[in-house]
């Protein structure tokens, strides 16, 4: 299956600070990337995805960008709030799939 | 439009018995996904279905462990004789008819503690 790691497995951040969250993967088959928060208690939310033919993708509040080049994304979120305090998980896989795999996640915490 | 739905919530058993955990898609969704998360750790995927049919089945282990998805009802994970290594977060997630891919939508999870 897809090997999934993050850099980091928890995230510090001052409210207001932006924060960044990086992930790799191992296959160069996966083209298609969903990154997934999970509050304490809940099932992971899905944030936002991009798709190998892109290398950025912006929503609200957040950035994902893709360098498939050395198998690497980020999730970058803008003016970090108290309420994005969570874990996230980044998610590779390929359009034709349908499992998902999750690396360990990225625990984040904001400062207030 | 409800979520996907997952109850109980919080189930304990002792070793031995029968857990079944159940999980209702949103609307309009006809593919189920169950997957489970240890502590500390990400979700792995256990099983695909479509109503009355297992697709994919290649994350459940071999023994103990069902699934279903009757035309009428919820998703039903079953795991017979339970035991402490099977205390973890069973996750469900739907997605709309058609292709079976992309976007997933999670339940809130059912949290299994055997004692």
């Known amino acids: 299956g897809e090997s999934v790691g993050l850099h980091l497995p928890t995230l510090s951040v001052q409210e207001g600070d932006n924060s960044i969250i990086n992930c790799a993967y191992s296959?160069?088959?996966?083209?298609?990337f969903i990154w997934y928060k999970q509050e304490s208690g809940k099932g992971p939310q899905f944030i936002i995805d991009?798709?190998?033919?892109?290398d950025k993708r912006q929503g609200q509040r957040v950035t994902v960008l893709l360098n498939k080049t050395v198998k690497h994304l980020s999730l970058q979120i803008a003016a970090t709030q108290p309420g994005d305090s969570a874990v996230y998980f980044c998610?590779?896989?390929?359009?034709?799939?349908?499992?998902?795999?999750f690396g360990a996640g990225t625990t984040v915490t904001v400062r207030a | 439009n409800a979520g996907v739905m997952q109850n109980p919530r919080h189930l304990v058993r002792r070793r031995g018995q029968e857990a079944r955990l159940r999980c209702s898609p949103m609307?309009?969704?006809?593919?189920v996904y169950w997957y489970r998360q240890l502590p500390e750790e990400g979700l792995k995927f256990m099983v695909y279905?479509?109503?009355?049919?297992?697709?994919?089945e290649s994350g459940m282990p071999k023994e103990r462990f069902s699934a279903e998805f009757p035309k009428e009802g919820p998703s039903i994970l079953r795991i017979q004789q339970v035991v402490r290594g099977d205390s973890a977060a069973y996750f469900c997630?739907?997605?709309?008819?058609?292709?079976?891919?992309?976007?997933?939508?999670f339940g809130p999870g059912t949290r299994l503690t055997v004692l």
């Open positions: 296959n160069s088959a996966s083209d298609y």
């Open positions: 609307k309009g969704h006809s593919h």
């Open positions: 998610a590779p896989t390929r359009q034709a799939d349908y499992k998902l795999s």
């Open positions: 279905l479509q109503k009355e049919n297992i697709i994919d």
């Open positions: 991009i798709r190998s033919n892109m």
């Open positions: 997630a739907s997605s709309p008819p058609g292709t079976g891919k992309g976007e997933q939508f």
